[in-house]
């Protein structure tokens, strides 16, 4: 029998899916999702090179905004945000990205990418519990709990088996910062919930949102002298790079691929994101930094994500 029969043979019996345009927008935008918020610590990382902390957060997002502006002018036109627009422009730009976003870099500078990722994948644990704590929220499903507590023995577990890392006193406070930016960031998405709808104008409010969190965060450089001692001559190459890829790549293109995605997908699917992005930021910071990791990190990783997975699935039935 000759290759051509046989494969007109196996495709009459296991015909091959077709797949639409938009099932493929779809995986690509996941795709990117996943790569894009992965690689965001070891951009960090590079950028952290060449940057204080503060003074890299608060570019980023100025330069997001300003571009998010851009877009909203060709998009919308003129800006017409009234007092909902900037609520929420207050407790996304300050609560969610000056706070969440600007601790996340915090502790980039002190800790292996790959074990500042898995740190923020706690970010699911914490909306669990505000969900079962906050009035007014529905109580979290016995297989979200399940996943609650699966995720903090592995957390545990991940960090007893870097006590090699966090036996300096710096080094364990990052990793509290951390924690602290993920419960930031948790709160932010209920109170940003709550108002009872998004952004009049989503690209203006987006560009009033980073801007926001660009001046308070660079406010916040120049506060702590970080503003004063940077000096652009000592801005490497890959540290421009890696500043050019977080705004251009990381915040002002997959922002609008993730809200794509609520629209066109469910919010459980997009949460995903959570347990699939520390494994790429593991593995990238394996592949390019060569951080090591241990038997039992990976050991404590599974338990993360296996407890996040199940954290997922259990606020999509709960």
Same mark, same amino acid.
């Given at each position: 029998?000759?290759?051509?029969?046989? *494969?007109?043979?196996?495709?009459?019996?296991?015909?091959?899916?077709?797949?639409?345009?938009?099932? /493929?927008?779809? %995986?690509?935008?996941?795709?990117?999702?996943?790569?894009?918020?992965?690689?965001?610590? /070891?951009?960090?990382?590079?950028?952290?090179?060449?940057?204080? %902390? !503060? $003074?890299?957060?608060?570019?980023?997002?100025?330069?997001?905004?300003?571009?998010?502006?851009?877009?909203?002018?060709?998009?919308?036109?003129?800006?017409?945000?009234?007092?909902? &627009?900037?609520?929420?422009?207050?407790?996304?730009?300050?609560? #969610?990205?000056?706070? @969440?976003?600007?601790? #996340? $870099?915090?502790?980039?500078?002190?800790?292996?990418?790959?074990?500042?990722?898995?740190?923020?994948?706690?970010? +699911?644990?914490?909306?669990?519990?505000? =969900?079962?704590?906050?009035? @007014?929220?529905?109580? +979290?499903?016995?297989?979200? /709990?399940?996943? !609650?507590?699966?995720?903090?023995?592995? #957390?545990?577990?991940?960090?007893?088996?870097?006590? &090699?890392?966090?036996?300096?006193?710096?080094?364990?406070?990052?990793?509290?910062?951390?924690?602290?930016?993920?419960?930031?960031?948790?709160?932010?998405?209920?109170?940003?919930?709550?108002?009872?709808?998004?952004?009049?104008?989503?690209?203006?409010? #987006?560009?009033? =949102?980073?801007?926001?969190?660009?001046?308070?965060?660079?406010?916040?450089?120049?506060?702590?002298? =970080?503003?004063?001692?940077?000096?652009?001559? &000592?801005?490497?190459? &890959?540290?421009?790079?890696?500043?050019?890829?977080?705004? @251009?790549?990381? *915040?002002?293109?997959?922002?609008?691929?993730?809200?794509?995605?609520?629209?066109?997908?469910?919010?459980?699917?997009?949460?995903?994101?959570?347990? $699939?992005?520390?494994?790429?930021?593991?593995?990238?910071?394996?592949?390019?930094?060569?951080?090591?990791?241990?038997?039992?990190?990976? @050991?404590?990783? %599974?338990?993360?994500? %296996?407890?996040?997975?199940?954290?997922?699935?259990?606020?999509?039935?709960?």
């Amino acid at each position: 029998m000759s290759i051509d029969s046989l *494969t007109l043979r196996l495709g009459a019996r296991w015909p091959l899916p077709v797949l639409s345009p938009r099932t /493929l927008a779809v %995986a690509a935008g996941f795709a990117m999702l996943y790569l894009s918020w992965g690689s965001t610590f /070891l951009a960090n990382h590079l950028a952290l090179q060449g940057f204080p %902390a !503060l $003074v890299l957060a608060g570019l980023r997002f100025l330069l997001a905004g300003m571009l998010f502006a851009v877009l909203a002018v060709a998009r919308a036109g003129g800006a017409r945000l009234g007092w909902h &627009d900037a609520r929420l422009a207050l407790i996304g730009g300050v609560l #969610m990205l000056a706070i @969440g976003q600007g601790a #996340m $870099v915090y502790g980039v500078q002190h800790l292996p990418s790959g074990l500042a990722a898995l740190v923020c994948a706690s970010l +699911p644990l914490w909306t669990v519990i505000l =969900q079962a704590v906050l009035p @007014g929220e529905r109580r +979290p499903s016995p297989l979200a /709990l399940f996943g !609650l507590g699966v995720s903090m023995v592995g #957390m545990a577990a991940l960090l007893g088996s870097r006590m &090699d890392v966090l036996a300096e006193p710096e080094r364990l406070g990052a990793v509290a910062v951390l924690a602290l930016a993920q419960l930031a960031w948790a709160c932010g998405s209920f109170l940003f919930r709550r108002t009872g709808r998004g952004y009049s104008q989503l690209w203006w409010g #987006m560009s009033a =949102q980073m801007l926001l969190a660009g001046v308070v965060l660079l406010a916040a450089a120049a506060i702590c002298g =970080q503003w004063q001692a940077f000096a652009w001559r &000592d801005v490497s190459t &890959d540290s421009a790079l890696a500043l050019a890829y977080l705004v @251009g790549v990381v *915040t002002a293109l997959t922002y609008p691929v993730y809200f794509w995605l609520l629209k066109v997908s469910t919010p459980a699917k997009v949460s995903t994101f959570a347990f $699939v992005a520390p494994v790429v930021a593991l593995t990238l910071g394996c592949l390019v930094l060569g951080e090591t990791v241990s038997t039992a990190m990976l @050991g404590a990783a %599974a338990l993360i994500v %296996a407890g996040v997975v199940a954290l997922t699935l259990g606020q999509r039935g709960g």
